[in-house]
């Protein structure tokens, strides 16, 4: 029998016992070397061999990963670990560190209860760790820290132990001063999430090298930093790895301070769950019930050229089975599943059944996307996933041949159905497609993978950057009259506080939340509470308040107001780009009393023209999308480095040193930053590094408001004529 079966039975022997349970993610900034530590914790368990552990990094299952040497998909793993005389299993994530990559970070800690966050000895907490970490605390995942390339400090900065020891203090307590700032506003989270190295809870190494130590383990081989020193400085790595492997620290600090299921599923229900608190299904659940109803939360979808669509994700509660007929939130009708099995990797085996407080793999649920509950009764849906940044940057994608035109439709529709931060347009009236996604790489990725994988040529077009439009001001009382003039809305304008915006796009204000809740957490965020009562809709992030009283027949209108509102919206009347953060009020309607008279042909008509009007009355601007961008870079070419931020419209808001390197912080359009990758290698001869993470909109200057409308207008084939009344530029 061969040693993966024997692995799988094992698992299958573990998967009933939910105190043994660990679920974890591994994340991290990227190249901090999440993938090469999971490769040694595959190594430790058996499953890869211990002299390519490492260098395999068999988790990047994909060919591009393997090229690029960076993971774009989160992996997954279940593999098993003895600690204190019990066999646990540990099913472990492997998520990207890129921050284009972030919405399957944010998807992956759905699944889990714990996230292990590896950070670089020499570089520290990064923008994209603080990311992660948000990612996490958000879903109410415990965080523990893995402190990776140790080695570089002893052999290539030369530290002694005091400088080393003062380095990784620094490193943990900037980690935990992120935690701190996190938590603080998390009541259900019972005890301190900090870490500290007396309790365990941080882990030092070397993933390359395949060595590691922690408190306990140190305490257990008698090992010290000055061992560690000595045998780090003459080369006998092998030795260090014998003495103390890393797999061991790592999965022993998984089982000792990562919670089970049966411990994080009563917490993290409520957290992710709006349903009822008091129901059978929300005990079931919080008792990881795996006789209870099945309740299956997909957090990633992927594609098998053999066994087709897979869905993986969490069960909270009762037994996956093949054969089941289960509900799929948001569909009709039910979907049968074909087989339930586990991922090894790049492999996955076939299982007969998966019960609650696992992660699971399916097949046979077509209905599913990424973020779908999938439940033998039907019930509220989970929370939908969040995901912090939204697409920024657009590029078209063409077909060579015609004849490919029906599977680059049906691809591009799989794209989406598999990765959620990605947005696909169909234009019916150009036949363009268009790609959306959170940066260059991140399209290009896709593009390549439609090429490779389903061998369609396709021709993309460049780079397009997806702008926005607001007002600045509050609107007079404007007048939207329909065709036949026998129906008239009045509205007013005004931009709306960031902190209602920033609620709205974390998913704490939406209209499926209870009415009450969501007037509570309006009011939370500044919305004053008569207007917080009258809220009609939610759409993006802009807000329609009903302050009309006692009209006829407004309520069954509604319906065709609320969709003039957002076809208004989604096409802003400057480029027809969509409007964001606006506080729409209706006033007042003046509606024919026959049905025939105020349809949808008429009705439409009127609120998009009184919404358009109120917006240019309300001076809209476009605004642009803008990034943080961090440079890290030696001190001769700090200003090249710092030239290249400010040549690009941007602005330099910092400079510090950081041991032997400067680094340069500041924001800067993301329009510019198209081809910066190129520019700083050669402005700094290829000696910087660099980090970009997306910072929201901003307006655009006002000398290049209308150069760059016409421009979009241009491009989308609109009149060049901006209406009369646009006279504010």
């Not at 699944?111 to 994209?128: N, R």
């Not at 087709?308 to 569909?331: D, H, M, N, P």
């Not at 491009?715 to 530029?729: A, H, N, T, V, W």
């Amino acid at each position: 029998m061969g040693r993966r079966k024997k692995i799988v039975q094992e698992c299958e022997r573990l998967m009933d016992t939910p105190e043994n349970i660990r679920n974890i993610a591994i994340a991290a900034h990227v190249d901090h070397g999440k993938t090469t530590l999971s490769d040694n914790l595959l190594a430790g368990a058996g499953m890869i061999s211990q002299d390519t552990a490492g260098e395999q990094l068999a988790m990047d299952t994909k060919e591009d990963e393997q090229e690029r040497g960076i993971t774009i998909d989160a992996a997954n793993v279940s593999m098993t670990h003895e600690y204190g005389d019990t066999n646990h299993l540990i099913n472990l994530i492997d998520t990207p560190g890129h921050v284009d990559f972030g919405g399957d970070v944010t998807r992956a800690m759905r699944a889990v209860d714990g996230a292990l966050v590896v950070v670089d000895a020499v570089e520290g907490a990064m923008p994209q760790t603080e990311t992660v970490l948000r990612q996490a605390l958000r879903e109410g995942v415990k965080p523990a820290l893995f402190i990776n390339k140790v080695d570089r400090l002893i052999s290539e900065l030369q530290e002694g132990p005091q400088e080393m020891q003062e380095r990784l203090m620094s490193v943990i307590a900037d980690v935990n001063e992120l935690i701190r700032g996190m938590a603080e506003n998390m009541e259900d989270i019972p005890e301190d999430w900090t870490v500290s190295v007396e309790d365990g809870t941080v882990g030092f190494g070397s993933a390359l090298y395949k060595w590691g130590v922690s408190m306990p383990s140190m305490q257990r081989t008698g090992m010290d930093f000055g061992d560690i020193m000595e045998l780090e400085q003459n080369d006998k790595r092998d030795e260090l790895h014998e003495r103390t492997p890393l797999s061991d620290v790592v999965l022993d600090m998984v089982c000792e301070h990562f919670p089970n299921p049966v411990d994080a599923q009563p917490r993290r229900v409520p957290r992710i769950w709006r349903g009822d608190a008091d129901s059978e299904l929300a005990d079931t659940m919080r008792m990881v019930n795996e006789d209870g109803e099945v309740v299956f939360m997909v957090t990633d979808i992927s594609m098998d050229p053999h066994a087709g669509e897979i869905a993986t994700g969490r069960v909270f509660s009762g037994t996956l089975e093949k054969g089941q007929e289960l509900y799929v939130s948001g569909t009709a009708g039910k979907n049968r599943i074909q087989s339930v099995g586990l991922f090894m990797g790049s492999e996955r085996e076939e299982v007969d059944r998966v019960p609650a407080g696992n992660i699971a793999s399916v097949t046979g649920l077509r209905d599913a996307i990424a973020g779908s509950t999938v439940s033998s009764v039907e019930m509220t849906p989970f929370e939908s996933i969040e995901h912090i940044s939204e697409p920024v940057i657009t590029k078209s994608v063409e077909a060579q041949n015609m004849d490919d035109l029906p599977k680059l439709i049906e691809t591009l529709q799989q794209v989406a159905k598999e990765d959620p931060t990605i947005q696909i347009e169909i234009n019916e009236d150009t036949g363009e497609h268009l790609i959306s996604g959170q940066g260059e790489l991140h399209l290009e990725v896709i593009t390549q993978r439609i090429r490779d994988n389903q061998g369609i040529p396709v021709i993309t077009g460049e780079p397009i950057v997806v702008f926005r439009e607001q007002p600045q001001e509050s609107s007079r009382e404007v007048e939207g009259q329909s065709p036949n003039r026998h129906n008239k809305f009045y509205l007013t304008v005004e931009p709306m506080d960031q902190e209602i915006v920033d609620a709205i796009q974390l998913g704490e204000v939406s209209m499926d939340m209870p009415e009450l809740e969501r007037r509570e957490a309006l009011q939370e965020a500044g919305m004053d509470k008569d207007t917080s009562q009258n809220v009609e809709d939610i759409h993006r992030t802009n807000i329609l308040i009903d302050d009309t009283k006692g009209i006829q027949h407004l309520n069954e209108t509604m319906e065709l107001v609320l969709e003039g509102l957002q076809e208004a919206l989604d096409d802003g009347p400057l480029a027809a780009e969509p409007v964001q953060g606006s506080l729409f009020r209706l006033h007042d309607a003046k509606l024919h009393e026959d049905t025939i008279h105020r349809g949808p042909a008429q009705v439409i008509p009127a609120v998009r023209d009184a919404v358009h009007r109120a917006l240019i009355d309300g001076e809209v601007r476009l605004l642009e999308p803008i990034q943080d961008v961090r440079i890290d870079v030696p001190s001769e070419h700090m200003g090249a480095a710092s030239g290249e931020i400010q040549g690009r419209r941007g602005r330099v808001d910092d400079m510090y040193q950081e041991g032997d390197l400067m680094v340069v912080e500041g924001i800067a359009p993301v329009e510019e930053m198209i081809g910066f990758s190129s520019d700083i290698r050669s402005a700094t001869e290829g000696r910087a590094s660099w980090n970009t993470e997306n910072a929201g909109f901003r307006v655009l200057v006002d000398n290049l408001q209308r150069e760059k409308i016409m421009e979009i207008r241009e491009r989308k084939g609109m009149k060049l004529e901006l209406p009369q009344s646009i006279d504010y530029f």
